[in-house]
């Protein structure tokens, strides 16, 4: 019965950036977020969700919005290295790095080649699948937006020359309905205060002007991107904002006669992104310095052009990295070799002969797995798996049945990551408590960092409410099709 009343009612995702279990539990069942409150009461509440890896969040975005792993969608991190280019790609790590790499070209690289050069066209977003149907759609606040609707977005006066574009404006695909800052919003008198990405008063009326207008679409997608620089210089437990959050979700429940009645005319969810993993204090020891390691190499200059005589690239999303090798002479196994002398880092993966390897910081010996083999996750996933499993705190059955343990989904995962651009490179992570730092890198000492595959960062919340339909897994990469069959 109930199957069939939610048939086709409109969707509402609200992503709130970095919200996590623990914290959502917290503000939930003391009454202090009456309306997460509300929603976990009479809905369903799954506090274990898998996250994209990096757990960063244009990656994780473009995971939720194509349903699937980076091998597939190309975004690879917040920051990679595009090897055909000999180009750094920067969409925006924070202040400093974002200045070397040219303010121009990140913006450039954030609002139009993420959407339109990068995100594989080989995968479909959720926008455009739906648009198929001739159904419609929104996002808003989302800096991955790609659908099929042309629209002519502009950009602020004050940044203008600071993108590529003619009198900085450009013709984006988009879903039906696009709000993203001052760059396109639904109401003309609205007044974003930053240019995109935070301030959830203004993402939350964008929401409610749709509902109050009658345009609310088969499926809206609402990002609240507020609490991610808070929780990076608080730390992990700071739940203030989740509060003032939940006042503008009560807002928007209170359009309806009664908040139950807002559940029989939509289906509601409330998802995180990433987690945060603390971290340590003091700069020397809780910055792991990738220049120091590789100090007997030439590594490649953030505003500077690649040279022959670069040997290294260094990526640093925050907890993970990607190492790059340039130089034809070396090997991946020398780098290899200095990065595990470190107890700081945890998980050092590559690839080679159709396999992928991984040694540990910590652990002893090396775990290599391909897919498709006789040992089965639970996630319906198969896979050949030898070597010391404890490095990925992997768990197998006499029935060659696979669980995970604090990597979750992290074969795929891997797999993901090292499939997800061209180039002979690492994917390196850290231990909870420590993060990367290469020239330019924003730390974040004393509060919380994220990017790798540990637990902490990986697992996240989702609310449901409005039906009783599941996804078939608890991962991101689920998201897109449990949505479809919904809409
Ligand atoms: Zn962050």
């Known amino acids: 019965m109930a199957q069939q009343q939610s048939a086709g009612k409109p969707v509402i995702?609200?992503?709130i950036d970095s919200l996590m279990p623990y914290a959502l539990e917290q503000v939930a069942q003391t009454g202090r977020a009456p309306a997460l409150q509300f929603l976990m009461e009479n809905g369903m509440y799954f506090p274990d969700m898998v996250s994209s890896f990096p757990t960063m969040s244009v990656t994780i975005d473009s995971t939720l919005l194509t349903g699937t792993y980076p091998d597939q969608h190309q975004i690879p991190g917040l920051h990679w290295f595009d090897i055909n280019k000999k180009q750094f790609v920067n969409y925006g790590t924070g202040f400093r790095e974002t200045f070397r790499i040219g303010m121009r070209r990140s913006i450039h690289n954030m609002l139009y080649r993420l959407n339109h050069e990068h995100?594989?066209?080989?995968?479909?977003?959720?926008?455009e699948d739906l648009a198929h149907k001739n159904t419609s759609s929104a996002s808003i606040n989302s800096f991955v937006y790609r659908g099929n609707h042309p629209q002519r977005l502009k950009t602020p006066k004050l940044l203008s020359a600071l993108t590529h574009f003619e009198d900085g404006e450009?013709?984006?695909e988009t879903p039906t309905e696009f709000s993203l800052g001052a760059f396109s919003k639904f109401r003309s008198k609205g007044v974003p205060t930053q240019v995109a990405a935070g301030n959830y008063k203004y993402t939350a009326k964008e929401l409610r002007h749709l509902i109050k207008t009658?345009?609310?679409?088969?499926?809206t997608f609402c990002i609240f991107q507020d609490m991610d620089t808070r929780l990076h210089f608080k730390g992990p437990t700071y739940m203030k904002m989740i509060l003032k959050i939940d006042n503008e979700i009560q807002k928007i429940l209170n359009m309806y006669p009664s908040w139950k009645e807002a559940l029989y005319q939509n289906i509601w969810m409330v998802i995180g992104d990433n987690g945060h993993s603390a971290t340590g204090t003091r700069r020397r020891k809780h910055a792991i310095d990738l220049r120091k390691i590789f100090k007997r190499y030439r590594i490649a200059r953030l505003q500077k052009s690649v040279t022959e005589k670069d040997q290294l690239v260094l990526c640093v999303n925050q907890r993970m990295a990607f190492i790059y090798l340039l130089d034809k002479k070396a090997s991946l196994d020398s780098l290899v070799a200095l990065l595990k002398k470190d107890k700081r880092i945890d998980v050092i993966a590559w690839k080679r002969d159709g396999a992928i390897h991984v040694v540990s910081g910590i652990k002893e010996g090396t775990v290599s797995f391909r897919p498709n083999g006789p040992v089965t996750d639970i996630y319906d996933q198969t896979w050949y798996i030898s070597g010391n499993l404890d490095i990925l705190d992997l768990h197998v059955t006499n029935h060659q049945f696979l669980t995970f343990g604090n990597y979750p989904d992290a074969l795929?995962?891997?797999?993901?990551?090292?499939?997800s651009h061209s180039g002979t490179y690492l994917v390196v992570n850290?231990?909870?408590g420590y993060e990367f730092k290469a020239q330019a890198t924003p730390a974040h000492l004393s509060g919380a960092a994220h990017g790798s595959l540990h637990r902490q960062e990986s697992l996240v919340p989702l609310l449901v409410a409005g039906t009783n339909k599941k996804p078939a897994h608890r991962r991101?990469?689920?998201?897109?099709?449990?949505i479809l069959n919904l809409c």
Do not use: C, E
């Not at 795929?412 to 499939?419: D, S």
């Open 476 to 482: 991101f990469t689920d998201m897109k099709n449990y």
């Open 119 to 127: 995100l594989s066209k080989n995968v479909t977003t959720i926008y």
């Open 13 to 15: 995702l609200l992503n």
């Open 214 to 219: 009658n345009k609310l679409p088969q499926f």
């Open 412 to 419: 795929a995962r891997l797999y993901g990551a090292l499939h």
């Open 170 to 172: 450009w013709i984006a």
């Open 430 to 432: 850290a231990k909870p």
